[in-house]
């Protein structure tokens, strides 16, 4: 069986708590209109959204399904949505500006309100909620190797009592399980802190990287991970998996630290030799040597969706038509990045 899997970071979510699920309501909001119309043209059967926030109701993706969504004639069954760090109060002076405070730059990760910058799955095929996992309250101090920042001087960033509250996670990590005409495939879902808006400590690019290679630790047999149920272990080791998300990073472009991303597409259980591209991104830039392999309009290639080797793909994009074509202006003005997409078929 063939299905179509996809990644979008649709840049939907708002200024403050409730204005995403009140400008949904409202059936008239452009870029809401927009992102629908993106999402129908691709018809993916599985598509992670990034910059969606998150509402304990919710509200948000039941609105944007049955206002935007369903009224284009596409429909999503199932769904999977919860709670990411993002705008998380941490009482903690994580950004050491000498003030311990619940503001954006102290969060868990850097955010306005909680749900800011969250995620949502949308899937034609069930979802086994309770054989999934998610990550959220994995400490980043827990990782293995972790690399967390230092002062120039050498000394640790954050002291004690911040890495006892500071999860890996900026927003979260899931391990959806999902049952494709009876086969189980893992969906590893995450959207990694920009690894900029930081200082000479770099903490937002160790973060970034960490929380990238959390996959690789995943994919790798490694017992120190553990759920937000405190069930320690790693994928199974010969589970389908596929990786979706905005990653924030490349190997080529960007002020990632390459360790992470370029761990990860190393990885001897990732399929990443099939590079999606596009002819729009081609002519966004076309003086620059990657060009084709943009996933965003600043020039980088920052959204993934990686298989495992189980898989055979068949049909590879990034969704960027080129200017004067149909749905040009919508992918335009939707979001500063582009929908991925892969065709797949289990071997």
Not at 61 to 72: E, K, N, P, T
Not at 80 to 103: E, H, Q
Not at 254 to 277: N, Y
Not at 297 to 302: E, H, Q, V
Request: some cysteine.
């Amino acid at each position: 069986m063939v299905i179509r899997v996809a990644t979008f970071n649709t840049a939907l979510s708002r200024d403050h708590a409730g204005d995403l699920a009140r400008a949904l309501l409202s059936k008239q909001d452009q870029q809401a209109k927009d992102v629908a119309q993106i999402i129908m043209q691709v018809s993916a059967d599985v598509i992670l959204l990034n910059e969606f926030d998150y509402d304990e109701t919710g509200a948000s993706i039941d609105v944007f399904q049955d206002h935007y969504l369903s009224m284009l004639g596409t429909c999503y069954p199932y769904t999977f949505i919860a709670p990411v760090n993002t705008g998380m109060p941490s009482g903690r002076d994580l950004n050491k500006d000498g003030i311990a405070s619940d503001n954006e730059g102290d969060a868990l990760g850097y955010g306005f309100f909680p749900g800011q910058y969250g995620m949502a799955i949308l899937s034609r095929f069930p979802i086994n909620v309770q054989m999934s996992r998610t990550f959220q309250t994995f400490l980043w101090k827990d990782m293995p190797n972790a690399k967390l920042p230092s002062h120039p001087d050498g000394g640790p960033w954050f002291d004690r009592g911040d890495l006892a509250v500071l999860p890996l996670s900026s927003k979260a990590h899931w391990d959806l399980s999902v049952d494709v005409e009876g086969q189980t495939v893992h969906f590893l879902c995450s959207h990694p802190t920009p690894p900029v808006f930081d200082g000479v400590e770099r903490r937002n690019a160790c973060r970034n990287h960490d929380e990238i290679r959390f996959w690789t630790e995943y994919l790798s047999n490694n017992g120190e991970i553990y759920d937000d149920n405190g069930q320690f272990g790693s994928l199974a080791e010969k589970a389908p998996f596929i990786i979706l998300g905005d990653l924030n990073a490349s190997l080529t472009e960007g002020e990632s630290l390459s360790g992470g991303i370029g761990g990860l597409l190393d990885h001897p259980r990732v399929l990443s030799e099939i590079v999606p591209s596009s002819e729009g991104a081609l002519n966004h830039s076309p003086n620059l040597k990657n060009a084709q392999y943009h996933t965003a309009s600043w020039k980088i290639r920052a959204d993934y969706v990686l298989p495992s080797k189980d898989f055979t793909v068949l049909t590879s994009a990034v969704f960027w038509p080129v200017e004067g074509e149909p749905m040009a202006r919508a992918v335009t003005e939707a979001s500063d990045h582009r929908l991925v997409y892969l065709d797949v078929q289990l071997n």
